[in-house]
């Protein structure tokens, strides 16, 4: 299983803390160091069944920076892929890959599947 976050990240922090309480073993990748790729990028959102909009950090300081709240309704799918593929810091977290599961962003209602 692969968790990607991002170390300074509070959500990221619990979301850690909750899969080592519960023994879930996984492959920590730190998501400014290690963007995910534009074809990650589309693997995931497919297999998320999420929305791709849902995959953008809209908390975060250079989404606002960017004033991206009223960009995102006007851009294309392409276009939103490879602005987050331009920037981990852009990208909701933490992620969670495992096989044909992706969750996005911490709940743990939803991260109970992975026990």
Not at 36 to 64: C, I, M, Q, R, V
Not at 79 to 92: N, R, V
């Amino acid at each position: 299983m692969l968790y990607i976050n991002y170390a300074k990240c509070g959500t990221c922090k619990k979301a850690k803390a909750w899969l080592d309480a519960n023994n879930i073993k996984y492959t920590d990748r730190p998501i400014k160091e290690e963007n995910p790729t534009l074809d990650e990028l589309k693997a995931w959102h497919k297999s998320s069944g999420l929305p791709l909009k849902k995959f953008f950090n809209t908390s975060g300081l250079l989404y606002k920076s960017l004033e991206l709240k009223d960009k995102l309704p006007k851009m294309t799918e392409d276009e939103m892929y490879e602005l987050l593929a331009s920037d981990g810091m852009l990208i909701k977290r933490p992620i969670v890959v495992k096989d044909d599961l992706v969750l996005v962003g911490f709940k743990e209602a939803e991260w109970e599947q992975l026990k």
